[in-house]
């Protein structure tokens, strides 16, 4: 089927979907195409001439909006629980609760990196992924459920941390689009500088005290978590500006015009024919 004469000239068709197409010819000079999907489509001699494409503002603001209040709410939870075992000596009756933040922190920041840095398509990527949102689950479960249910119930917020992890570790399996790619990092994220944070002030304590040995340790571990974070907030970004974006993943772009367009970051992953 030839599509020479399939015009869609100077039109909004922001986020419409051409996914599997033949659109060999087709002309899209000077239209908006920001968010649409030409996926395996055959795109042979098609006109992009001025187009404008890469990803909605629309978009955009969202995901900006849910990765701030993710922001909000997973540092409220961290700082608090780290502010409330940060000078807690082994002696103290909620030491246990101290290393059991401490760990889960530190293994949310692993994972979170882990995620970033495994490719999209090895195994490593989803089982990351999972484990990524079952820390991050467990942490805002344990410390919004012990806090409605006053603070001083340990066993309200286990439970509730066994629940909050199950419900992420859920909700990372079954929805792999939206918004959730983008809570996961932002939640990684906090949590790493969390840790990293929390391991400082340890590591401050020890050097104090001249404990060399335990305060250089620790103060290696804390920075390295500083670039840890680094990288997750770098990942994170990058689920932010890459969403919805113009997709052209394994199309046919043999010969196509993209004169003068505006491309901004959009996907040309696996695309025949693009210089």
């Known amino acids: 089927m030839n599509h020479q004469n399939i015009n869609f000239t100077n039109q909004n068709l922001q986020n419409c979907s051409f996914k599997g197409l033949n659109l060999n010819g087709a002309n899209f000079s000077k239209s908006d195409i920001r968010g649409c999907d030409f996926s395996h489509s055959s795109?042979?001699?098609a006109n992009f001439d001025c187009v404008k494409a890469g990803q909605t503002p629309k978009i955009f603001t969202f995901l900006i909006s849910v990765a701030f209040l993710t922001t909000i709410i997973v540092f409220h939870a961290v700082t608090q629980m780290i502010f409330g075992v940060i000078e807690r000596t082994p002696e103290s009756p909620i030491w246990s609760y101290a290393l059991a933040l401490s760990i889960s922190l530190g293994l949310a920041g692993i994972a979170c990196v882990t995620m970033s840095l495994a490719r999209e398509k090895s195994t490593l990527k989803p089982i990351a992924t999972i484990f990524s949102g079952a820390t991050s689950g467990a942490i805002l479960g344990f410390f919004y459920g012990g806090t409605a249910a006053g603070g001083k119930n340990p066993q309200v917020a286990i439970v509730s941390a066994v629940i909050g992890a199950l419900i992420m570790a859920g909700t990372s399996f079954y929805f792999?689009?939206?918004?959730?790619?983008?809570?996961?990092?932002?939640s990684g994220t906090v949590a790493t500088y969390g840790f990293a944070f929390l391991i400082?002030?340890?590591a401050i304590a020890f050097l104090s005290t001249q404990n060399l040995i335990w305060g250089f340790s620790l103060s290696f571990l804390s920075l390295s978590y500083i670039g840890l974070t680094l990288i997750s907030l770098g990942y994170s970004i990058k689920k932010i500006t890459t969403y919805s974006v113009t997709s052209f993943r394994d199309s046919d772009?043999?010969?196509?015009?993209?004169?003068n367009a505006k491309l901004g970051l959009s996907d040309f992953t696996g695309a025949i024919g693009k210089n």
């Open 43 to 45: 795109l042979r001699n």
């Open 176 to 186: 792999k689009r939206g918004f959730i790619p983008v809570i996961l990092p932002v």
């Open 200 to 202: 400082g002030t340890r």
């Open 253 to 259: 772009l043999t010969n196509a015009n993209f004169n």
